[in-house]
């Protein structure tokens, strides 16, 4: 039997080392070889001796500079094109507004069979010109996936090529046993991110950009610090917001209750440190540090926004809008004031809800369901 062969495009490298919620190997897994002959491909960077390769059966570095993919993209469109040609593949699943609109353009000349764009963020094609060039280009080939029901209600909105025909809803997923399996007991992770244990820790995973939101996370412990003594805060991560977040700190008398605990390989493994979970974003895809977070048996709080809305309910969590320091300080109190035990139970039920709703076997079928429902 002819194997049915995938290419499945990036803009850049970025194989995790801990698959849990890497969705693009994730996907590779539910194409089982005999049936499919799967390729990872990336239009810039490549692994170093210390980082992973895609479990694909074929790997493929193009190693262009990232300059090359804005402007006219010439060289990097006749580099893609030679490939594609080449190969002959079946399917191109393509991440990203950039590999979409590349190949929204070759595969006129191409015509591979099924091209799937993949959506990861809200507004991802608010500029018009994207919308016109999906409108112009998109065909019969063409299906498109939002990873969250938000994300493809938005691509249908803009009635610009989006269809209830060819756009998808497929959830974003993770390996929810295998996070379990990976993350150290509370004592364990206590140690290993110095924090103090008998405490109350409210834990956030994310890089220090103003779009995270840490910055009213903190000033909402500010407004209950005395009601609360025993409460903290740690987060993991690392960027540009890192000295505002301090001087804040500083200026709040927060130095002994907020902790900035620097990047971490692997942060996944640290979440049972905490108590409760946060995520206090201006905006986001659907953000798997959200699911990562409940996978810990934690109880969220979280921004009030489209893309987490649904998962923030669903587990039994606390939406808050976005930069509302008093919402955030009585969701806090809410779950502070509960006895550890019945805290610990939101946690379970928050699991649960992830396991029911947000099954990686479940994510993977979908795509090898969309993916074998077409003739090649």
Not at 105 to 131: D, F, T
Request: positive net charge.
């Amino acid at each position: 039997m002819k194997r049915i062969k995938v290419l499945q495009l990036h803009p850049d490298y970025n194989v995790k080392k801990n698959d849990v919620s890497d969705l693009a190997e994730q996907i590779i897994k539910g194409l089982p070889t005999d049936e499919f002959q799967v390729c990872s491909a990336y239009l810039c960077g490549k692994p170093n001796a210390d980082q992973p390769h895609s479990i694909a059966e074929n790997r493929h570095y193009f190693d262009l500079p990232s300059k090359s993919l804005s402007g006219l993209r010439i060289k990097a469109l006749w580099k893609l094109y030679q490939f594609c040609k080449q190969e002959q593949f079946d399917v191109i699943i393509a991440n990203r507004f950039k590999t979409v609109s590349m190949l929204l353009m070759l595969n006129k000349w191409l015509k591979v069979p099924l091209c799937i764009g993949i959506s990861h963020v809200l507004n991802e094609y608010h500029r018009a010109y994207r919308q016109l060039q999906v409108k112009c280009l998109a065909d019969q080939r063409w299906h498109f996936v939002g990873v969250s029901a938000a994300v493809r209600e938005c691509l249908i909105d803009y009635q610009a090529g989006f269809t209830s025909q060819n756009t998808h809803a497929i959830p974003n997923a993770i390996d929810i046993r295998k996070s379990e399996a990976s993350q150290l007991d509370k004592p364990a992770a206590l140690a290993a991110l110095g924090l103090p244990s008998g405490k109350r820790i409210i834990g956030a995973i994310g890089q220090l950009f103003a779009r995270k939101g840490h910055r009213f996370l903190i000033a909402a412990l500010a407004e209950i610090k005395d009601e609360f003594p025993d409460a903290h805060i740690g987060i993991i991560g690392r960027g540009e917001e890192e000295a505002a977040l301090k001087q804040q700190i500083v200026t709040l008398g927060l130095q002994d209750r907020v902790h900035l605990l620097g990047f971490r390989q692997d942060a996944l493994q640290y979440v049972r440190a905490f108590d409760i979970w946060a995520m206090p974003s201006l905006k986001e895809g659907m953000p798997l540090a959200l699911m990562e977070g409940i996978s810990g048996h934690l109880p969220v709080i979280a921004s009030d926004i489209p893309e987490m809305r649904d998962v923030i309910l669903g587990a039994g969590g606390i939406a808050v809008a976005p930069k509302d320091v008093s919402g955030l300080a009585k969701a806090l109190r809410e779950y502070l004031a509960l006895p550890a035990a019945e805290l610990a139970e939101k946690g379970v039920y928050a699991c649960n809800y992830l396991l029911s709703h947000h099954d990686i076997e479940t994510y993977r079928l979908a795509y090898k369901s969309l993916i074998a429902g077409n003739k090649y």
